[in-house]
């Protein structure tokens, strides 16, 4: 199985600052890779897909980038409402989770 | 809008069988196009794909649970449905159902899920 490594697990950012979370796959996946978002008690959002994409909804300030193994999600300027925990996805397998806590 | 509803005990007794059911509206899962797939969540912890279902019946479960899981579909009432058999306290989760899209016929993202559900193991 392809394995999902996600850095950092925690994070600590301000309101307005642009935030950088990166997800490697263990061999390459193309593109084939989603974003999601999870706030506590609440399921995952798909925020990203195929790298890229942006879900409709969403907000511009996410965007996603990367192809074969490397890939990152970009929050350009940190919302309240974007503290959360992100977990990128290939096929059936989820990265271990990034938490973007208040700094 | 498509939404998904889990339903099922929120308590099992160590050694049965946890059963849960997930409602499908606004979308028929027999147009085909998506498999159908149920997600777990230890608390605390991260995501764990338990497996898929397409509407045709067809299956495929995450190998580390494989000797314990049924996933099952009833199109006539727009679900689909899990067991777990020989539960123990590592399998208290909250579970979720989550449609997963299909691109050139292979699964990628999920862009649906229900609310989830707790379901605790315990005597």
Not at chain 1, 3 to 32: E, F, K
Not at chain 1, 55 to 68: D, L
Not at chain 2, 91 to 110: E, I, K, M, Q, W
């Amino acid at each position: 199985d392809i394995q999902m490594t996600q850095s950092p697990s925690t994070l600590s950012a301000s309101v307005g600052d642009r935030v950088t979370i990166t997800c490697r796959a263990s061999q390459s996946i193309s593109s084939w890779l989603a974003w999601y978002q999870q706030k506590p008690g609440k399921a995952p959002k798909l925020l990203i897909y195929k790298a890229s994409s942006l879900e409709s909804g969403v907000p511009s300030r996410f965007s996603g980038s990367g192809s074969g193994t490397e890939f990152t999600l970009t929050i350009s300027s940190l919302q309240p409402d974007d503290f959360a925990t992100y977990y990128c996805q290939q096929y059936r397998t989820f990265g271990g989770g990034t938490k973007v806590e208040i700094k | 809008q498509v939404q998904l509803q889990e339903s099922g005990p929120g308590l099992v007794k160590p050694s049965q069988t946890l059963s849960l059911t997930c409602t499908v509206s606004g979308g028929s899962i027999s147009s085909g196009g998506y498999y159908w797939s149920w997600i777990r969540q230890h608390p605390g912890k991260g995501l764990e794909w338990i497996g898929y279902i397409y509407y045709s019946g067809s299956t495929y479960y995450n190998p580390s649970l494989k000797s314990r899981v049924t996933i099952s579909v009833d199109t006539s009432k727009n679900q689909f449905s899990l067991k777990l058999s020989s539960v123990t306290a590592a399998d208290t989760a909250v579970y979720y159902c989550a449609r997963h899209s299909l691109y050139g016929g292979n699964p990628v993202n999920f862009d649906y899920w229900g609310q989830g559900t707790l379901v605790t193991v315990s005597s």
